[in-house]
């Protein structure tokens, strides 16, 4: 079995144990540690799916505690059924922390989500990634050398000016350990609006003291919070394009906005457009439209509400029997809610969504090959953030932990 330490190019650090890997143990840099997952066994992709259930079963009994699975809201049905926590990127970042007792924390999500539960859980924990493919195209739009050499421009630029970096969950280990040195905190979906309040609170108040705030990936969760919840016009929010010369904006643009956002966004939830709100309307009078924030601007003000996975659930669960509602969030998620909640009905806003296809890269027989390897007290799949990296990111999210 080989051991390998990985450092990725865009900030996936991480320790594969690997019965395939061959004899080889070192470090390399690559563009993404993904491409190192294993084909599973042909045992494992020849059994039928009643035989996979049977097999996940009797592992995951066998395991008993030493074994936590956490599941977020986009994983398909074959996976999340196994999980002992569901929820948003927030729920599960605290029930990573809540299972001290399980020596093994296997994390169907994507990478980003089983880096923050490396850093947060005990020393003696484990945490596995079912399969290493399953990345987020939004977190990898910021990549940490760009990073650098913004804050390096900023800071000439924006001289005498205090900023604040805050960093969406949804973003590498990297960058995270960024925010953290220079004084952010990290925010979910859930809480953007606390975390940034904060940043541009004073000192003496208990905030960070930021004149303004630069917000990573996600430009569109950090537009809506700014816009929609805390007073800010649009023209108060300057776009930052890594690709671009001083991000495309002139120096007058960059001092006077309070909000910096950085240009990425999800393919997932940009699918979803205005025109779809209109013509579900039309389609379902007196239906409710509720998306998630990574939504655009422009899709989240002609919609009744927005918010995290776990809100949105909240939202439909809490609704009159006979209501109708049109989610605008990711499609595993959504068939879930109209399967839970038969007395309504729930649509999907875009009839044309496509699923997360790296959240769809876990899978039963994913989760069945690495709770067999631990059986046989293999780790395989074992996410590793590396210090210095992992303590410098456990502040920013510890910070949003004590403010959220
Ligand atoms: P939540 O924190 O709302 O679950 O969002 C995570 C995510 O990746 C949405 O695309
Ligand atoms: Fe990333 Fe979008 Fe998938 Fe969420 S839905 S994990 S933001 S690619």
């Not at 042909?42 to 066998?62: D, G």
């Not at 910021?142 to 421009?153: G, L, M, P, R, S």
């Amino acid at each position: 079995m080989a051991t390998v330490q990985l450092q990725g190019e865009l900030g996936r650090a991480f320790k594969v144990n690997q019965p395939h890997a061959g004899a080889w143990s070192g470090q390399i840099t690559m563009a993404s540690g993904a491409e190192l997952q294993v084909p599973l066994p042909q045992r494992y992709l020849t059994m039928s799916p009643e035989e996979i259930v049977i097999a996940i079963a009797r592992a995951k009994e066998r395991l008993g505690s030493r074994v936590v699975i956490l599941g977020h809201h986009y994983q398909r049905e074959e996976v999340i059924r196994w999980a002992d926590f569901r929820g948003d990127s927030f729920k599960l970042c605290k029930d990573a922390a809540a299972r001290p007792d399980a020596e093994y924390i296997i994390f169907c999500g994507v990478h980003f989500m089983a880096e923050s539960a490396d850093i947060l859980s005990a020393p003696h924990q484990k945490v596995i990634l079912p399969d290493l493919h399953a990345g987020c195209s939004m977190a990898d739009m910021a990549d940490i050398d760009q990073v650098e050499e913004a804050w390096d421009a900023l800071q000439e630029v924006c001289a005498g000016q205090k900023i604040i970096p805050i960093t969406y969950m949804n973003s590498a280990a990297n960058l995270k350990a960024f925010v953290g040195r220079n004084g952010g905190a990290v925010c979910t979906s859930s809480n953007a609006r606390k975390i940034m309040d904060w940043a541009l609170t004073p000192v003496e108040q208990g905030g960070a003291g930021g004149e303004k705030l630069l917000f990573f990936p996600d430009q569109h969760l950090g537009r809506n919070t700014a816009v929609l919840e805390m007073g800010f016009s649009l023209d108060d929010c300057a776009v930052w394009n890594p690709f671009q010369d001083m991000g495309g904006q002139d120096a007058a643009t960059l001092r006077r906005a309070p909000i910096l956002l950085w240009k990425g966004h999800c393919s997932v939830h940009g699918t979803f457009m205005p025109i779809h709100v209109d013509n579900i309307r039309q389609r379902y009078p007196g239906i409710k439209v509720v998306v998630h924030p990574e939504c655009t601007y422009e899709v989240v003000i002609k919609a009744d509400a927005y918010g995290s996975t776990e809100q949105i659930k909240k939202i439909i669960e809490a609704g009159a029997p006979d209501d109708a509602f049109a989610v605008g969030t990711e499609i595993n998620l959504v068939s879930r809610l109209a399967q839970e909640n038969p007395d309504k009905t729930v649509v999907c806003l875009n009839p044309n969504v496509c699923v997360c296809s790296t959240m769809y890269r876990v899978d039963g027989p994913h989760v069945l090959w690495v709770l067999e390897n631990l059986l046989e007290d293999r780790v395989v799949n074992q996410i590793v953030v590396p210090e210095p990296i992992a303590g410098q990111a456990k502040l920013a999210l510890q910070r949003m932990l004590d403010i959220a």
